[in-house]
């Protein structure tokens, strides 16, 4: 769900802007999961534009705030969400922590990093949405280590149906800046694809997991 429509077309305006998102119907991308896709997200080119990046801090910590309450601790997923997790972090005055994949397999052996306590409020901080199983991973991760979980708030989402299905079987609300149906509403009002492109488009994301299978270049 997103934060809210005026926010979600905004943030995919700038997204495309800056080439976070590239949108490419007649040369398909190859995901590290196998999938093809027409669309490709890279959300750590905001950390490069100050104004954006900006943006989207602000935007987090106030809708955070609207829609969770002010958390104790804000939670980024590594690696992607590090860097706004902490902008987010410093601008709403609050502790960070980040969370990695999988523990350390030296020292401490910690998949947490940063001080959490048990019984915190924790709003996890992450960059993009696919099937949502590793933004959930994090989750776990923190509920193991004894945080509150109130919720996750995320740049963009693609908004498979897969990912609807995991976040309420972990009992966690998704809120996002904005998503794939603002996204492509935009391009098209923008000129950024044509109508054939447009439809290609759309027809990928009801059926991302098998759509272009056979028909490789």
């Known amino acids: 769900m997103i934060f809210n429509k005026d926010t979600a077309e905004k943030t995919a305006e700038l997204l495309l802007q800056i080439n976070a998102i590239k949108l490419n119907p ?16 890279d959300n750590r080119l905001i950390l490069s534009f100050p104004a954006i990046r900006n943006y989207v ?5 106030k809708n955070i705030e609207k829609q969770f309450g002010k958390p104790d601790v804000i939670a980024g997923v590594a690696t992607g969400a590090i860097g706004i997790g902490i902008l987010v972090a410093e601008s709403m005055g609050l502790p960070f922590v ?8 030296h020292g401490r052996q910690n998949q947490v990093e940063g001080f959490l306590q048990k019984g915190q409020n924790v709003v996890v901080v992450e960059d993009l949405i696919s099937t949502g199983n590793s933004s959930l991973m994090a989750v776990e991760a923190l509920r193991a280590a004894g945080a509150n979980i109130k919720g996750m708030a995320a740049i963009f989402t693609y908004g498979f149906e897969v990912a609807d299905n995991n976040f309420k079987a972990a009992n966690i609300d ?20 044509t109508e054939k492109e447009e439809q290609t488009l759309r027809e990928w994301s009801v059926t991302p997991s098998t759509w272009n299978v056979g028909n490789d270049k």
């Open 26 to 41: 007649g040369n398909p991308f190859t995901w590290a999961s196998g999938w093809k896709s027409p669309i490709y997200c």
């Open 174 to 193: 998704l809120y996002t800046l904005s998503n794939y149906q603002n996204l492509l509403n935009l391009a098209v009002a923008k000129k950024y694809v």
């Open 57 to 61: 801090r602000d935007e987090f910590s």
């Open 98 to 105: 980040y969370v990695r994949p999988e523990p350390k397999k």
